[in-house]
């Protein structure tokens, strides 16, 4: 079955770039399927970041937009999130999850294990 | 966007037990919601999707029901491993909006 893990460094300092990306196996990003981000800030809620057809085609979270951007390789069977001028406010558990979809419906699963991003000099 | 709301925020209950979580948006919805759970240290665990769709190998005794603003998740005959935090999730427009979630813990 489909699996996900993301990789990355899990310290960044302020005013940095974010980059993490997370590596699909069992299955392909070429896939009719699309690939998201979400992040969950320590004790906190989930919020969703943005996410990436097979084409290239993003949709992004208007809280975020003009700091992200997702990408997608498919000779690596990968797709990769920056975010920008990071803050202690950006410290979260980053995931990356498939989404599934049936008919207009949508989910994410499966999600990866979740990688930590501490933002801190 | 739209506002995802969950009630209780917590709420203690014993193996064996019935419970009901709810959640609210701030717009309708139809039945683009769906709910997930997540124990500690690990990712979120897609239970149902369209409202009241359990994800296949999902135990038969979560149930969600619902449509337009006001949606629950019941678990019946509650089991150890069910505790845990239930969020919410609207899939109807981006940006997808999670609830703040419920946390089940043992009374």
């Known amino acids: 079955q489909v699996q996900l893990q993301e990789s990355g460094p899990g310290l960044v300092k302020p005013s940095g770039t974010l980059s993490l990306t997370c590596t699909v196996s069992?299955?392909?990003?070429?896939?009719?399927?699309?690939w998201t981000w979400v992040r969950q800030p320590p004790g906190k809620g989930l919020e969703w970041i943005g996410d990436i057809y097979h084409s290239g085609t993003t949709n992004y979270n208007p809280s975020l937009k003009t700091r992200v951007t997702i990408s997608i390789d498919k000779s690596k069977n990968q797709f990769s999130l920056n975010l920008t001028s990071v803050t202690a406010a950006d410290t979260a558990i980053y995931y990356c999850?498939?989404?599934?979809?049936?008919?207009?419906?949508?989910?994410?699963?499966?999600w990866g294990q979740g990688i930590l991003v501490t933002v801190s000099s | 966007d739209i506002h995802m709301t969950q009630s209780p925020s917590s709420l203690s209950a014993s193996v064996g037990d019935r419970v009901t979580i709810t959640c609210r948006a701030s717009?309708?919805?139809?039945?683009?919601l769906n709910w997930y759970q997540q124990t500690p240290g690990k990712a979120p665990k897609f239970l149902i999707y369209?409202?009241?769709s359990l994800q296949s190998g999902v135990p038969s005794r979560f149930s969600g029901s619902g449509s337009g603003t006001e949606f629950t998740l019941t678990i019946t005959s509650l089991q150890p491993e069910d505790f845990a935090t239930y969020y919410c999730?609207?899939?109807?427009?981006?940006?997808?909006?999670f609830g703040p979630g419920t946390k089940v813990d043992i009374k």
């Open positions: 999850a498939r989404e599934g979809r049936n008919r207009a419906f949508s989910w994410f699963d499966p």
């Open positions: 999730q609207q899939n109807y427009i981006t940006p997808f909006t």
């Open positions: 069992g299955g392909s990003v070429s896939d009719t399927n699309w």
């Open positions: 717009q309708s919805i139809s039945n683009y």
């Open positions: 369209a409202a009241s």
